[in-house]
């Protein structure tokens, strides 16, 4: 498994598609980040939505 491993890392830095491959690594690294950073600011806000969607529609079945 080791000599498996070896041979795959020394095939990926004598191929031309090893930098391409960490390139897109970086890039898919960079747009997880992106997302994270976007879903943790706006979190709050779809959930306040829907809590004042369901208060709006309980209180029109009430009536």
Do not use: H, Q
């Not at 390139?23 to 959930?47: H, K, R």
Request: a positive charge; charged letters at 15%.
């Amino acid at each position: 498994m080791k000599r498996y491993l070896k041979n795959i890392f020394s095939k990926l830095l004598r191929e031309e598609d090893g930098p391409t491959s960490v390139e897109y690594c970086v890039m898919l690294a960079a747009i997880l980040m992106v997302c994270f950073v976007t879903i943790a600011t706006l979190g709050g806000v779809p959930g306040g939505l829907f809590s004042n969607a369901d208060t709006l529609i309980r209180n029109a079945m009430n009536n």
